[in-house]
């Protein structure tokens, strides 16, 4: 089989999608997509090696029989998500499909009115990796460029700058000295005295004082109006059994 744009543009017509899904949260829709399903695998591959040698990457998988939604075969489907490579792709096939030609175009026409969001600009890329390579600290690098502190790592992490690990001396924004292991040590210990409940030591979530038993222990010292209601000897009974006993 010779595979080349025409052939691509001609299985697109008549296998493909290309436009916006409806779906994920809120039922919003997606940015635009391209896909192809098919149940013969060997067409989808030659495709797909195709895009690949022409410097795409499409996403390839396959979908399983299910009763359920009605769907008696399973079926291979493939697709594009980068935007670069989906306007490349429309705008390859745009002049050789006939269906197909009026989604090209509304698909181009929204990648042309929403441009990328600049977090993910190259140049910031660049700027980001620059401060961290100068040495300035992750909140320090989120002052500069006036966003949030995890935004600075959620994009750094997605673009693969490594930053270097927190705590340290810091001084004008900058890291200039790691952490001591003493300082570590330390660090760690407090930590772990934090996570747990003061009365009995189990895990409990940052923020707290007491795991929730103990909290209801302690519940008649501290907010003694919230135990009007209840049975009094269950409330001795935690305070000090003896009384309880002789209570009863
Ligand atoms: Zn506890």
């Known amino acids: 089989m010779i595979m080349n744009w025409d052939y691509i543009a001609g299985f697109t017509d008549g ?13 919003m829709y997606t940015p635009p997509r391209v896909t192809w399903g098919q149940k013969d695998r060997a067409t989808l591959e030659a495709i797909k090696e195709f895009l690949v040698d022409h410097g795409f990457h499409p996403h390839f998988y396959y979908v399983p029989p299910n009763a359920a939604k009605r769907r008696p075969n399973g079926i291979y489907m493939m697709n594009l998500q980068r ?23 509304k698909v181009l026409q929204w990648l042309k009115d929403h441009p990328r969001r600049y977090h993910t600009a190259e140049l910031e890329r660049a700027l980001i990796a620059e401060y961290v390579e100068e040495g300035y600290t992750q909140a320090y690098i989120a002052l ?6 995890q935004k600075i790592r ?5 673009l693969g700058i490594v930053f270097p690990k ?8 900058k890291h200039i000295a ?4 003493a300082e570590y040590l330390r660090h760690r210990r407090e930590k772990e005295k934090n996570l747990q409940c003061v009365d009995c030591g189990k895990f409990i979530y940052k923020g707290s004082v007491r795991c929730h038993s103990c909290a209801m222990k302690l519940r008649h010292q501290t907010q003694p109006e919230s135990f009007k209601g209840c049975n009094i000897k269950s409330v001795l009974a935690v305070i000090s059994p003896s009384v309880a006993q002789e209570n009863l």
């Open 15 to 27: 296998e493909g999608s290309i436009g916006f899904v409806r779906g994920g949260r809120d039922g």
């Open 83 to 105: 935007r670069d490579e989906i306007q490349r792709f429309c705008e390859e096939i745009q002049p050789r499909v006939l269906l197909k030609a009026l989604p090209c175009e």
């Open 144 to 149: 500069l460029l006036g966003c949030s502190d």
């Open 154 to 158: 959620r994009v750094g992490n997605k």
């Open 166 to 173: 927190g705590g340290g001396k810091i001084e004008d924004g």
């Open 178 to 181: 790691a952490m001591t292991k």
